[in-house]
């Protein structure tokens, strides 16, 4: 089914879906992580105090000259903050015991600090191959306002300057939610990623909001809260191939658009669904999880625009990738 889907992507005159995107729906990134110390696990110097935290975090760095911060479960290392008393909302890491936490904008009556976090690459990306990149984000309940990505910019050389304020460099990505406006959610993690077909070369990762002042878009999402900043906790940071990897298809899979929703089937597998929209420009427009006994499910969404949308469902460590268009008026 991937080859024949392939096949037809390559015979479209119009070419409106990108080859990053096929490659990123066509295959599973089961290949290496890049990002060395993607979730902060690995610590040094627990013991020194230093102003920036983050630099506790083994392969991290700070690009500018203000201070993200890392915050730690392990009450016996006690590197960088501790979770339980850093007199901010409680939230655990993702995964492990660490996490970084920054500030990405300083509210709508504030300045324009803002605060990023680096990272080396294990080895430079290479040119033409398509990489997957995300991480988990969840807001900080104690800060009142939120914005609408997670910028990533991806550069051949370390990047460092003084300022307190936003680094003046255009990033690559912009990671969004697709259920969410803005990324105001502050109770659960979630996870963000988009596709990026590499220049070659790239090896230094930096994160963080790169727009200026007058283009940034946020918003109030806690206006009682007691800061008016914007700070969101960063788990699970990753960068990795989508070249050559591959899992199971799902049997017979199949979708169509029926009244304000989608139906999707498959055949031969059950269990938990992720259901992943894309536009033709490649642009994740709805994410849905469903748990499921039968092999069929119905999928209420938000109205599409006529055209065509490849949708991604993963269940049992299976996915199928298939394509539908939506008529007008449908």
Not at 11 to 33: D, F, H, S, Y
Not at 315 to 327: G, L, S, T
Request: aromatic share 10%.
């Amino acid at each position: 089914m991937l080859k024949s889907f392939l096949l037809f992507l390559t015979n479209l005159a119009t070419r409106a879906i990108p080859l990053a995107l096929v490659a990123a729906l066509a295959v599973e990134a089961t290949a290496q992580n890049l990002v060395v110390n993607g979730s902060f696990e690995d610590t040094v110097n627990c013991e020194i105090p230093t102003q920036c935290t983050l630099l506790k975090a083994s392969d991290w760095y700070n690009p500018t000259q203000s201070t993200p911060d890392l915050y730690d479960a392990d009450t016996v290392r006690q590197c960088g903050y501790m979770i339980q008393s850093a007199g901010m909302v409680y939230m655990p890491p993702k995964q492990g015991l660490r996490m970084a936490g920054f500030y990405f904008w300083d509210g709508p009556f504030g300045g324009s600090e803002r605060e990023y976090i680096a990272t080396e690459l294990s080895q430079p990306l290479t040119p033409g191959t398509n990489y997957e990149v995300g991480l988990w984000y969840v807001r900080n309940r104690a800060f009142q306002a939120a914005v609408d990505h997670v910028g990533i910019w991806l550069g051949y050389d370390s990047l460092f300057m003084p300022t307190f304020d936003r680094l003046n460099v255009i990033p690559q990505l912009k990671l969004r939610d697709p259920l969410s406006e803005y990324l105001t959610e502050s109770h659960e993690w979630t996870q963000l990623v988009d596709t990026l077909t590499a220049q070659g070369g790239e090896r230094w990762l930096v994160i963080g909001n790169f727009d200026s002042q007058d283009s940034l878009h946020g918003i109030l999402a806690e206006p009682e809260a007691l800061f008016s900043n914007c700070y969101y906790y960063i788990d699970n940071v990753m960068v990795r191939s989508l070249t050559g990897t591959s899992v199971p298809e799902i049997g017979m899979p199949s979708v169509n658009w029926n009244s304000g929703g989608l139906q999707v089937r498959w055949s031969g597998t059950r269990g938990p669904l992720q259901v992943d929209v894309f536009s033709a420009g490649g642009c994740l427009v709805h994410r849905a999880n469903v748990p499921l006994e039968a092999d069929q499910a119905e999928l209420a969404m938000v109205p599409l625009a006529k055209g065509l949308y490849v949708l991604r469902f993963r269940c049992a460590n299976k996915e199928a990738v298939v394509k539908f268009v939506k008529m007008e008026g449908e």
